[in-house]
T-cell receptor, first 108, second 113 residues
Framework: AQSVTQPDIHITVSEGASLELRCNYSYGATPYLFWYVQSPGQGLQLLLKYFSGDTLVQGIKGFEAEFKRSQSSFNLRKPSVHWSDAAEYFCPPDKLIFGTGTRLQVFP | GAVVSQHPSRVICKSGTSVKIECRSLDFQATTMFWYRQFPKQSLMLMATSNEGSKATYEQGVEKDKFLINHASLTLSTLTVTSAHPEDSSFYIC?????????FGSGTRLTVV
């Protein structure tokens, strides 16, 4: 069965610091992987997606993610976090199933 | 492109009344739309899959008679919360499949008083 784990429920970083949000998956075949962001009280926005091909995926808002089959991971990264990046981030294993997400707080 | 419009963004209703939430795909046709519910500080929970021209598919534990879903056209799906009670207060979000990822509505904050 498809499953995804976001090990970090809550992460706090300083503005300007680098960011990495973890996403580990368990699949039999090559997965379709997504990262979404949800700002407080808002709907979700697709940041980036991986279907196949280049394992380093560039997304919107300066985010990128790298698919590493050997580590069963699809971690989200950003070199310099902005205060507006504070939100909830989801890496669902399937288009329909969302886990608990990772809440990002950014301090000035 | 690929915008999903959800309306209303906020609604307050009295206990026992019904509330309709609309989800429209503005520039693409969506044969399938999805309805989610989100409790405070919780993740999204898929409630049902809305299929144009046919009955919705409800997830286990979701009362289909309470949460009526209608998908009468390729651009509109509606969720009606019937006989709403305070425990139905929540954030409801719809989404539609563009074929390469999902587009979400901006959500509806329902408060039942």
């Amino acid at each position: 069965a498809q499953s995804v784990t976001q090990p970090d429920i809550h992460i706090t970083v300083s503005e300007g610091a680098s960011l990495e949000l973890r996403c580990n998956y368990s699949y039999g075949a090559t997965p379709y992987l997504f990262w979404y962001v949800q700002s407080p009280g808002q709907g979700l926005q697709l940041l980036l997606k991986y279907f196949s091909g280049d394992t380093l995926v560039q997304g919107i808002k300066g985010f990128e993610a790298e698919f590493k089959r050997s580590q069963s991971s699809f971690n989200l990264r950003k070199p310099s976090v902005h205060w507006s990046d504070a939100a909830e981030y989801f890496c669902p294993p399937d288009k329909l199933i969302f886990g608990t997400g990772t809440r990002l707080q950014v301090f000035p | 492109g690929a915008v999903v419009s959800q309306h209303p963004s906020r609604v307050i209703c009295k206990s026992g009344t019904s509330v309709k939430i609309e989800c429209r795909s503005l520039d693409f046709q969506a044969t399938t739309m999805f309805w989610y519910r989100q409790f405070p500080k919780q993740s999204l929970m898929l409630m049902a899959t809305s299929n144009e021209g046919s009955k919705a598919t409800y997830e286990q534990g979701v009362e289909k008679d309470k949460f009526l879903i209608n998908h009468a056209s390729l651009t509109l799906s509606t969720l009606t919360v019937t006989s709403a009670h305070p425990e139905d207060s929540s954030f409801y979000i719809c989404s539609a499949d563009r074929g390469y990822g999902y587009t979400f509505g901006s959500g509806t904050r329902l408060t039942v008083v």
